[in-house]
């Protein structure tokens, strides 16, 4: 359509340029027609091409699409490929629906750019779709099996998500891992300290105030009243500091339902197992730090309006770092993690 619209306008105003100099004909106006012409033609083959309109068909033989079928055997791997918002106070952008044919096999359209061998295509954007991303994700869970890839290759081979792990048979009921450190006994020592020192803060001005004749500053009689001052004021932020760390310390909840993760003063994140790819223990990725953190993997659809961690291969994961913070460290969290999880587990510490 873009290429219909301005060919037309150009062709008019190249036929209003040749007529206007009929008579002192310009070669200049003959060339411009041409160039018209074929954009117009151009414009004419897409809009061709919208006529008809794109279709995504996918059942027990494979996809259809309105240019080409491909059977499940054509086709490597299926994938929703997400990028990163803006911002992050916008709503992270739908996905796109990716597909690796197998070799040897190629598909009508232009293939993407990538670092590796296999062929990938650019199906479509999930916000043009008429249906949603979970009724997509349901039909590709369904029929594409291992060929649905839920978490990058390198973290783990794809399995069928339909593939359920051991979470409701597993005995002891939920497990919680909490790093308090002793906020609790800390908040309360620093409270006496903050109450004392301001209790002498407050002493030394009703001193001083009462007695005018003492407060020579010059002689320093100042020194004492603000380093009571200075040493309130740190005991205070220290009181709130670990009274934080002990409403909300960093915390790791895994049970038959799912997993919880939450940061030190933060809000927990909450994933429940039929919401789950992958769940792994490692460093962080694209990070420095290489202390063990616990990264989730959720399914494509789930967890939409929520910003992830960092991407990777265009999956989106959400990361607990510290483990090594919380009692027992990865030793205690691991088998834990992995008897709730079962095939959903990654071996990546």
């Known amino acids: 359509m873009r290429w219909t619209r301005w060919g037309l306008v150009v062709l008019a105003g190249s036929l209003v340029w040749l007529i206007g100099s009929f008579g002192n004909a310009v070669p200049g106006a ?5 160039l018209s012409a074929l954009a117009v033609w151009h414009g004419w083959n897409d809009l061709r091409k919208t006529r008809r309109p794109f279709r995504l068909q996918i059942d027990g033989r494979g996809i259809t ?38 070799p040897g096999v190629t598909l009508p359209r232009k293939q993407d750019r990538t670092w590796d061998a296999r062929n990938r295509y650019t199906l479509v954007n999930c916000s043009d779709l008429d249906q949603s991303v979970s009724q997509l994700t349901t039909a590709l869970a369904k029929h594409g099996g291992a060929r ?13 998500v339909t593939v359920a792990g051991p979470e409701l048979s597993v005995p ?28 002498v803060f407050v002493s030394l001005n009703l001193y001083l105030i009462y007695h005018p ?16 001052a200075l040493a309130a004021l740190v005991f205070w932020i220290q009181v709130r500091s670990s009274y934080v760390r002990w409403r909300k310390p960093l915390r790791l909840r ?16 909450y994933f429940q197992w039929a919401q789950i790819a992958t769940v792994s223990v490692g460093p962080q990725p694209y990070s420095s730090d290489s202390h063990p953190c616990l990264t989730v993997w959720p399914l494509p659809g789930t967890h939409a309006h929520d910003h992830p961690s960092h991407l990777s291969d265009g999956h989106r994961a959400y990361v607990l770092p510290g483990l090594d913070r919380l009692p027992g460290g990865v030793a205690a969290v691991v088998p834990v993690l992995r008897a709730y999880a079962g095939e959903r587990y990654a071996e990546t510490a």
């Open 30 to 34: 003959a060339f411009v027609g041409i």
């Open 172 to 199: 002891g009921g939920e497990r919680t891992f909490t790093a308090d450190q002793g906020a609790g006994r800390k908040a309360v020592i620093w409270t006496m300290l903050a109450l004392l020192c301001s209790a």
């Open 148 to 160: 649905f890839e839920t978490a990058p290759r390198a973290v783990r081979p794809p399995i069928p």
């Open 65 to 102: 699409l309105h240019d080409a079928v491909l059977s499940w055997e054509q086709i490597d791997a299926v994938a929703l490929w997400h990028d990163r918002a803006a911002d992050s106070d916008t709503t992270p952008p739908d996905p796109r629906l990716m597909l690796w044919t197998a």
């Open 254 to 269: 895994i049970g038959g339902a799912g997993i919880g993760m939450r940061e030190v003063a933060g809000e927990e994140r």
């Open 213 to 228: 004749d003492k407060a020579d500053y010059d002689s320093g009689a100042g020194i004492p009243v603000t380093v009571a």
